[in-house]
């Protein structure tokens, strides 16, 4: 499967659109979505999609075999590979040992020693769970990568304009997940939710922009869209489960349009909520140069299980680039520097490729 039709085309700061790339997918779209940004921001046109293989045999063997049965297509190998998460780690790894040649670039954690790869982007919050995090070949940086960018906030802007400007200003960016882990998103945190998003937008007069994802589920969107609906807020709403516009008291049909305006979003908001559980979604509100305010926590009483989202949160609060939306905490300034990693990364791994084929030229 061919994905660069999926990766927003905007002006590269490099151009690597000669090689060809492989994404292990091992079924979590935030997990691909941060190859994919890095993919994007080198300039890869030639992108593949690539299903890990690897069966699940019982907790116990997993643990004492990690990887064991993982499986990779045969060669030709892509000049690069990106994978993510502890499990597509090992498909990288064997790719690697089949083809020297190729960059191999792995994302956050994994109990492949770094030493298989030729990058390992490791996100500071990790640090302390990563084997072999003293390898000179780890990158630690803030936050995960992702697609956003200026030239894709400036696009995205100017393509959902003639709608999200019938929005009154100020407006604010909800981006909504769901329960994941130690953070629980249940009908009681719903309401609370809803409860301290709308007395934080009628305080300050914000217009919504609302986004909800897969983990939110069909009950937490509609729970939240009746409250919503009860206090009359003014918002544009996007269900990301079911590709789905809808406008609450707006003079226009949204159901016509097609296409994600989570983008456009980030772009057209004075400030951003997003709720704790993804780290892909706050590290994408960090990517711009709005305030973001935190909605809800892991459980930090068990760090053993939550420490690393823990650390997440903290370390993006101690940058000054987000707040806690409910503890009192001081508003992020206005015109933040946008947390750009993925152009960090992307910088990084170009160094490889261009190592790579001047020793081929050699």
Known sequence: ????????????????????????????????KQCRGIANALNLTDVELIPLQLPHPPKLVRRMFPGIGCRVPPPPYP????????????????????????????????????????????????????AGCASGKVLPIFGVPNNITPELLAQERAAWAPVLDQLPKPRLAVLV???????????????????????????????????????????????????????????????????????????????NLSGNPLVAFLATADAIVVTADSLTMTSEACATDKPVYVWGRYEANKPERFGVHVRFQETLRLLGRTSFLVDNDPAPPPNLTPLDETARVAAHVAKQLRARAAGAVA
Request: glycine share 8%.
């Open 177 to 255: 997940g769901g329960s994941a882990g130690g953070f629980r998103f249940r009908p009681r945190q719903v309401q609370a939710f809803s409860h301290n998003l709308i007395g934080f937008a009628s305080l300050r007069h914000y217009s919504l922009m609302v986004s909800t994802s897969r983990r939110t589920g069909e009950a937490r969107h509609e729970a939240i869209l009746n409250n919503l609906e009860l206090v009359g807020m003014q918002t544009h709403w996007y269900d990301g489960a079911a590709d789905v516009h809808d406008g609450i008291r707006l003079p226009y049909d949204v159901l």
């Open 79 to 130: 000049d690069i590979v990106f994978s993510s998460g502890s499990d597509a780690a090992f498909a990288t790894r064997l790719i690697k040992q089949a083809s020297p040649a190729t960059v191999a670039v792995h994302l956050a954690k994994t109990h492949v020693p770094a030493d298989a790869f030729d990058v390992v982007v490791t996100p500071l919050h990790m640090i302390e769970d990563h």
């Open 1 to 32: 499967m061919n994905i660069a039709e999926t990766l927003p085309r905007i002006e590269p700061r490099h151009d690597f659109s000669n090689l060809s790339a492989w994404i292990i997918d091992n079924g979590a779209v935030g997990d691909v």
